[in-house]
């Protein structure tokens, strides 16, 4: 069974661009997560897909939004790239969302963005 | 809020000796916990997970973890270290008091160096 896909692996953009990245999850997984790993900051929430709803959403400006299409594949997008951006963003899958928890998530191995 | 600390950024030890990696969560509520690690250049892959069952966790590759609510712990261990080991370890916890059962928090990491 094929893992959690991301593309690209790397990006560099400069600071003002815009950036979209796309996950596609376990086959079957029907939820996709989003997290920023840096190393000030370490692994932080972005947001959770279900459904191609937002279900759940962290700390982070507007600038950062995403998407789930009817397939389950998510994508993010970062307007007006900061410096600060550059990070590695990692997707999550999971099977399911009850009321009860989100099961296991799976991770992919990453998009690396650098902003210039 | 919900809060993961590990205690130490960074951990050295030598082959074949005992692995300790400590975790500590802020929930007064128990919540799910997990162990995840990372590679170099890869995403997360989970080692084990706490659901309320077993206080004591095995997990993949020789690892294991003891929940223990009166301490809110959950540290990892692997009892003979090997070099294939080395790599950052992330604690993180879902639930509890002030988290959502929907998300993952996660501690800052570890990174085991394994010394020949």
């Known amino acids: 069974k094929a893992g959690v896909t991301q593309t690209p692996r790397y990006l560099i953009k400069t600071r003002g661009q815009q950036v979209t990245l796309s996950c596609s999850p376990i086959?079957?997984?029907?939820?996709v997560s989003w997290y920023q790993q840096t190393p000030g900051q370490g692994l932080q929430f972005l947001f959770e897909?279900?459904?191609?709803?937002?279900?759940n959403k962290g700390n982070f400006p507007g600038r950062f939004s995403g998407r789930q299409f009817s397939n389950s594949r998510s994508e993010m997008n970062v307007s007006t790239l900061e410096l600060g951006d550059s990070a590695l963003y990692l997707c999550?899958?999971?099977?399911?969302?009850?009321?009860?928890?989100?099961?296991?998530?799976?991770f992919g191995p990453g998009t690396r963005l650098t902003v210039l | 809020a919900q809060s993961v600390t590990q205690l130490g950024s960074h951990v050295s030890v030598s082959e074949g000796a005992l692995v300790l990696l400590r975790c500590n969560y802020s929930?007064?509520?128990?919540?799910?916990l997990f162990w995840y690690v990372q590679y170099p250049n890869q995403g997360l892959q989970l080692l084990l997970k706490?659901?309320?069952?077993?206080?004591l966790v095995k997990g993949i590759n020789g690892f294991e973890a003891e929940f223990k609510k009166s301490e809110t712990s959950f540290h990892l261990t692997k009892p003979s270290a090997h070099m294939s080991d080395a790599a950052e370890y992330f604690c993180?916890?879902?639930?509890?008091?002030?988290?959502?059962?929907?998300?993952?928090?996660f501690g800052k990491g570890t990174l085991l160096t394994v010394n020949p």
């Open positions: 086959s079957g997984h029907r939820s």
């Open positions: 706490y659901t309320s069952a077993a206080t």
């Open positions: 993180a916890v879902s639930g509890g008091s002030g988290g959502s059962n929907y998300k993952l928090t």
């Open positions: 929930s007064s509520v128990p919540p799910y």
């Open positions: 999550a899958s999971s099977l399911f969302r009850t009321s009860g928890t989100l099961g296991e998530q799976f």
């Open positions: 897909y279900f459904s191609e709803t937002q279900r």
